[in-house]
């Protein structure tokens, strides 16, 4: 019998719309900001990028829907516009795209993020470049890219939450040790005279005393939760 909190690491095929995952896909509708201007989609931002610097970018950039960007790119009198280096740059255009699409959308990153290590596939017959070939023997370029995505994530959440423990643990020391160089009550006691006021400073030691003791314990339970943080991090 298999153990039903194993981790499912069955491979994420996507493509069609209304299937799951299809907001993996460039045609999904979320808006993008890059190189200081809105794109609708990123297909729409990746099929501009073959014409930059001609009229057809901004043309592509305002179409209204994805289908539209990517049948105008097609077209003989504007594909010959194509720009020279498109081979070589493709690639890293598509990783720029995909990288904003999920860096500003928090519930596509979420969604990103909660596949774990599960292999991502563009599972479609109509293209063996970005996609799986159908059959398994294409490339699935669009799928290696959305897991380096996927990585390049997961580094990142990494780094802020051991910048925030280290922060938060470095704050409350901070906090004890100057708690901690309190007057202590004898050093107060010898020096007071008055009964009343010796009342006052034993009370404020003992105020002190308490506040060294919950900072002491609030510290070392941030730095449990830091340590299990991290562990669960880097387990997933």
């Not at 070589?88 to 860096?103: N, P, Q, W």
């Not at 023997?137 to 290696?144: D, F, K, P, R």
């Not at 040790?177 to 010898?190: F, L, Y």
Request: proline share 3%; hydrophobic share 35%; net charge positive.
């Amino acid at each position: 019998m298999v153990c039903r909190f194993l981790p499912d690491t069955s491979p994420i095929r996507f493509y069609d719309r209304g299937q799951p995952y299809f907001e993996f896909t460039n045609f999904a509708e979320y808006p993008i900001q890059l190189d200081g201007k809105t794109w609708p989609t990123s297909e729409h931002y990746f099929q501009a990028q073959k014409f930059v610097g001609t009229l057809y970018e901004e043309q592509v950039r305002n179409l209204p829907r994805a289908r539209d960007a990517f049948d105008l790119s097609r077209r003989p009198e504007v594909s010959q516009w194509l720009r020279s280096d498109w081979e070589k740059v493709k690639l890293d255009v598509m990783y720029k795209a995909l990288l904003a699409k999920f860096s500003q959308h928090n519930n596509l990153r979420d969604m990103l993020m909660k596949t774990g290590n599960r292999q991502l596939i563009e599972h479609t017959s109509r293209d063996s470049y970005w996609g799986d070939g159908g059959d398994g023997h294409g490339q699935n370029n669009l799928g290696q890219l959305l897991m380096k995505v996927r990585s390049e994530l997961s580094s990142s959440k990494s780094d802020n939450v051991v910048g925030q423990g280290i922060s938060g643990a470095t704050n409350i020391f901070s906090a004890f040790v100057r708690v901690k160089h309190v007057p202590t009550c004898s050093s107060t006691w010898k020096d007071k005279e008055n009964r009343s006021s010796l009342l006052a400073t034993r009370g404020a030691c003992v105020h002190n005393r308490c506040c060294i003791a919950i900072v002491f314990v609030c510290f070392v339970i941030l730095v449990c939760v830091f340590v299990f943080t991290l562990l669960r991090l880097f387990a997933d």
